[in-house]
């Protein structure tokens, strides 16, 4: 087995690459660190891209092939790359005796048909999906410890379910009711692809749903959850900042609860995992408190009744989100304190 300490980083030009960058290039396990681009526009170091990085370590950066990948000595690949770019390139990197942490939805569902329906992209990595581990360490920690292939959460997806499955698991919800999840996302989640919308002039002072019904990340939340998905109504917001979830999701007990016996299931749920910080009930997280952070953050309020129950769950789009929860993926993988480096 090839040494999982030696790292190769493919696809850094995104936002979610570069903050995957950052963090390991400050990382203690990383022994070395290689960095692909399908265009490197004749630079030869990632701090040649991206200035802000200089000073920090080494980083050499290759024209992404193939060959240059499975040739390079890496143990480790993260796919900051496009979903059929990543279907692509992960079974040949797997084939070369490397371990992927892919950041794509290439490899989050169990059923491929799942992934043409809502990604409408064809599947020709659908061999590989039974293989892949959905990489929430919250949820699956062990099976993440033994995998070869992680398929790194959404974003928004990240949220709601750590959100969700607490009540899910414990049979709380009034079922009949159904779920709520209305959900607001910094622009940086929406890519660094040119478009109109996403434009400063857009997007300042502004603020929108979209992909109402058709967000990609909807049957992540039902497939971790158990929720059918006529029982979740999941709204999509964009705000006019850069980068953080929020997400307010609303539900119906089948029973009545106190305030008290909600926060303890909660702590139950997460006690020994260093990332989900819960709230004390009645007190709500906010953006600016998991800003830059691999924090995800839980709060909620119960009415009088003790059956209706809002949640609130915040985190950071490219940390927890994204290229933070790859790291934490990672962690798992070497078998090592799974906050290492990070914050």
Avoid at 28 to 41: G, I, S, V, W
Avoid at 123 to 129: E, G, K, S, V, Y
Avoid at 320 to 334: E, R, T
Wanted: glycine content about 8%.
């Amino acid at each position: 087995m090839k040494n999982p300490r030696n790292i190769a980083v493919v696809g850094v030009s995104g936002y979610t690459g570069l903050e995957l960058a950052k963090i390991l290039l400050r990382h203690p396990a990383a022994e070395k660190l290689t960095f692909y681009m399908r265009d490197t526009q004749g630079a030869r170091c990632l701090t040649e891209l991206f200035p802000q990085l200089r000073g920090q370590a080494t980083a050499p950066l290759r024209q992404l092939s193939l060959e240059a990948l499975a040739q390079s000595g890496a143990g480790t690949a993260f796919l900051a790359t496009p979903h059929e770019a990543s279907a692509e390139i992960a079974p040949a990197l797997l084939g070369a005796e490397m371990q992927v942490v892919d950041l794509s939805g290439a490899f989050r569902f169990r059923e491929a048909e799942t992934f043409a329906r809502w990604y409408q992209l064809p599947t020709p990595h659908a061999a590989w999906l039974a293989q892949a581990v959905y990489g929430l360490p919250e949820l699956y920690a062990g099976e993440i410890a033994r995998a070869r292939l992680v398929a790194n959460p959404g974003c928004y997806a990240t949220s709601a379910i750590l959100a969700l499955r607490p009540l899910c698991d414990s049979g709380w919800l009034a079922a009949e009711a159904g779920v709520v999840c209305d959900s607001k996302s910094g622009a940086t989640g929406a890519g660094k692809e040119l478009r109109r919308d996403l434009q400063f002039s857009e997007l300042d002072e502004n603020f929108k749903a979209y992909n109402l019904f058709a967000h990609r990340h909807t049957p992540e939340i039902t497939e971790q959850t158990g929720l059918a998905e006529s029982q979740l109504v999941f709204a999509t917001h964009l705000l006019p900042l850069a980068r953080g979830i929020l997400s307010t999701i609303y539900v119906t007990l089948a029973q009545e609860r106190s305030p008290e016996e909600v926060e303890a299931l909660y702590r139950r749920t997460y006690a020994g995992r260093p990332m989900v910080r819960i709230w004390q009930a009645g007190a709500l997280p906010e953006l600016q408190h998991v800003a830059h952070t691999n924090f995800c953050d839980i709060g909620f309020a119960l009415d009088r009744s003790g059956r209706r129950l809002v949640v609130v769950s915040c985190l950071d789009n490219l940390g927890k989100g994204a290229a933070g929860q790859a790291v934490q993926n990672f962690n798992h993988l070497l078998g090592i304190e799974e906050q290492t480096g990070l914050k």
